[in-house]
């Protein structure tokens, strides 16, 4: 259990970027917060002294003359820093809670890196409608394939109800015989297609044990075998 939140973490960035958002939204703040007090240092010491009514006044540090706390650079200078340091602190802030939800609320699944995978299938064969349903043609009309004329009355070949394209004798057969030929790499492609669904499952599986110590539950597995 704890090497399944320990993983959980790793992977959401508890570990790497919440630390870094949690630096930029203190500092930040603090720069925000404290911007007002942006100031030329007290640096001049003053002793104590009596008033004229006798109320003693203890030594203190005091802004060299011509120091202004005022002034419109101080005054620049401070509203850029609240500004900066409040920017700084959302942005952090906002990590800080993207990688939380990660944390707390993503999928395991979701959280696993990309797998790298390099996919070698074969070159999709190419797939061949092959003209089957006959007809008689109304009128004069020509091969979609060969331009042959096709006379009235004359038998025709055509795929699908709806489509425009006709087929003479010849072109059916032809296409048919291509057909034929696609066929068994048709079959070696659906099973490379599923060898490497197979592959890819196994090394999905092993991704995540390697990640969170142990197998998925079953349900959860059957989600990634779809
Ligand atoms: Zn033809």
Redesign the pocket.
């Known amino acids: 259990m704890i090497r399944y939140w320990l993983g959980r973490a790793r992977l959401a960035g508890i570990f790497t970027i919440l630390p870094i958002g949690l630096v930029l939204q203190i500092g930040g703040c603090a720069l925000n917060v404290t911007a007002h007090y942006e100031s030329t240092p007290k640096t001049v010491s003053v002793s104590g002294y009596y008033r004229r009514d006798g109320t003693y006044v203890h030594s203190y540090y005091r802004r060299p003359p011509g120091a202004a706390q005022h002034d419109a650079p101080y005054e620049n200078a401070a509203a850029t820093k609240k500004i900066g340091g409040g920017f700084v602190s959302l942005v952090g802030g906002i990590a800080v809670i993207v990688i939380l939800v990660r944390f707390f609320c993503d999928p395991d699944w979701e959280l696993l890196p990309e797998l790298k995978y390099v996919s070698h299938l074969p070159e999709k064969p190419k797939a061949i409608e092959v003209p089957d349903k006959v007809a008689r043609a109304r009128a004069l009309w020509a091969?979609s394939?060969?331009r042959?004329i096709i006379q009235t009355h004359e038998t025709y070949f055509y795929a699908r109800a709806g489509r425009q394209e006709k087929?003479?004798v010849?072109?059916r057969n032809r296409l048919r015989d291509e057909e034929a030929a696609e066929s068994p790499k048709w079959i070696a492609y659906a099973a490379a297609v599923e060898r490497e669904r197979a592959e890819r499952l196994k090394l999905r599986l092993e991704q995540y044990k390697r990640f969170y110590g142990s197998m998925p539950d079953e349900s959860k597995a059957k989600i990634i075998s779809m």
Do not use: F, P
């Open positions: 091969c394939r060969c042959q087929y003479c010849d072109c």
